[in-house]
């Protein structure tokens, strides 16, 4: 239990310091547009990394601030914890994903520069991370 209220504690701190940068696009596609910037990687802006809900850049979009910072999923409004399913980082930071397994941070992935990365259904990283740094770590 202590170790959740830490966590949280923490997270909280994190998600209130940059709440004023975090932009949840979490607006699903109402048409099925003929561009394929509507629901693919080209809609991740430059300079910035962005998270999918779905593989190669589909359902959901979060961009992460620029950073460097960590990011806890879980206080994102709406949330977008557990459901990374894809990520192409254009932004100036190579980023690193992490899951929350009850008692501590698991690594999960790095995204570099550039990267277009995808987890595969099935994949173990599907769905699981829980917190995004940009340019940093949870340990500095
Ligand atoms: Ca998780």
């Known amino acids: 239990m202590i170790s959740v209220i830490q966590r949280r504690t923490a997270a909280t701190l994190a998600a209130m310091t940059l709440a004023a940068g975090l932009a949840a696009v979490g607006a699903p596609s109402a048409s099925a547009s003929a561009s ?3 629901s693919g990687f080209s809609r991740c802006p430059a300079n910035f990394s ?3 809900s779905d593989p190669n850049g589909g359902g959901d979009m979060w961009r992460a601030p620029y950073g460097p910072a960590c990011f806890d999923l879980g206080y994102l409004n709406p949330a977008f914890h557990d459901r990374i399913s894809s ?6 930071h190579e980023a ?4 929350w397994n009850g008692s501590q941070w698991l690594w999960v992935a790095d995204v570099q520069l550039g990267e277009q990365l995808n987890f595969a259904a099935g994949d173990p990283r599907n769905d699981v991370v829980d917190t995004v740094c940009v340019g940093t770590t949870p340990w500095g």
Do not use: D, P, Q
Request: aromatic fraction near 24%; charged fraction near 5%.
């Open 36 to 38: 394929a910037s509507a």
């Open 87 to 92: 990520v192409y980082n254009r932004g100036g």
């Open 50 to 52: 962005c998270y999918f």
């Open 96 to 99: 690193h994903m992490y899951n």
